[in-house]
């Protein structure tokens, strides 16, 4: 059974080792290592390039929708005296005719876009489309409106205060660097129709306001069965905890089920691990006492013996194929054929291994100990393979698992490393 599994399971992937006079080291860890190496290598190189070669006393400004900036630079006076300085490079300004031209561009924005969600300017009852900047950053902007009942500074639209149409003006100061000019024009507000849905929300509010003010000495309040003409009807907001509730039973119940499914293999994992990790020992231990002279059941006797001195207390037992052999003892001692029992015994640890163990004891209890013997020899010799197997996966799977916090000590060590530079960079 070992053998077939060691032919079934794919070789696992070796890794490569450098020799480093008496240390052995993983090639991918020293790929990593020297890359990082090499970058800071090439790092140095540039900023020595950059900062000592190809100085010529000047520095490139921030352009005009960038920020100030603050460079250190190191000054030397005649005597060879060397002092850091930090030195603020304002950002370039626009010319008289590039702020005249970004003003008109801030201008034409503006037509194109204050109305909003409004048909046009003749028609306002929504909120103003209104920016603090213009022409991609470049040109500030500040509102004001001659009737400020009617519009906000920020471009909201009063409809509680609009008794009818008003025609208000909009002014901009329009500012660029250090030149600023005023834009202005006008707008209408109308009052709204009660068929839009702000002109219906604004007389319904209207409508609700009336009527509470006129119920005020009354016990109750009296809802409002017409809006501006509108027939309406009122209904309590439904409530839904319980069918929330109800929802909520079943996603529970459904992520209980879930879970005890998982729980459940996970177990039924656990114990096939257990099993297999059980199994060499066992048949080693097995295979000793055939060759011995001793018969099966016998062996199982020591080893029921040996595994009960060793856990007194079989709660939580991690090893139930041990525990599975104190059972068939226990049953060939309550009168249980051997044949049976074995048999028993490979259907309750349910794991092909032991199948096949099974099967040999009871094949045993016809033919002798003689074939038996040699078929254990042979079955420990294979175990003994499969454990090579399994001990070098799981080192590879452990040494595996160690490239994951190697990958992100080296990206921690990229972000200390190049974020400096593209902060140089970009200042």
Known sequence: ??????????????????????????RDTVLILSLVELLGIGLAIS??????????????????????????????DSRDEKNNVRVHVSRQAFTGEEALARMEEAKKEIDSSIAGDNPSLESITKPLAVAGEYSEGAVEASWSF???????QDGSVHLENVTEDTVCYASATLSCGTYETVYSFPVRVVVPNVKSEEGFSYYLKKALYDADEATKEAAVLVLPTTVNGTKVTWKRKRNYRGQELALMGI???????????EEARRARARRSEALEADYPQLVSTLSLYVSAGISVKGAFERIAAQYKSRMPDKRGSPHPGYDAIVIALREMEDGLSETQAYRKFGQRCDHRYYSKLAMMLSQNVKKGNRQLKEQLEKEEAECFEARKVRARILGEEASTKLLIPMGMMLGVVLIVTIAPALMNMSL
Not at 1 to 22: A, D, N, S, T, V
């Open 47 to 76: 900023d020595y390039r950059s900062g000592e070669l190809h100085f010529n006393g000047e520095l490139a400004r921030p352009a005009y929708d960038e920020r100030d900036m603050e460079t250190e630079l190191v000054v030397a």
């Open 1 to 26: 059974m070992f053998g077939k599994e060691k032919k079934e399971r794919k070789k696992p992937k070796e890794k490569k080792y450098l020799h480093i006079g008496k240390l052995r080291v993983q």
């Open 251 to 261: 996603i529970a119940g459904v992520a209980v089920v879930l879970g005890q499914g």
């Open 146 to 152: 001659s009737e400020p009942s009617l519009i906000g």
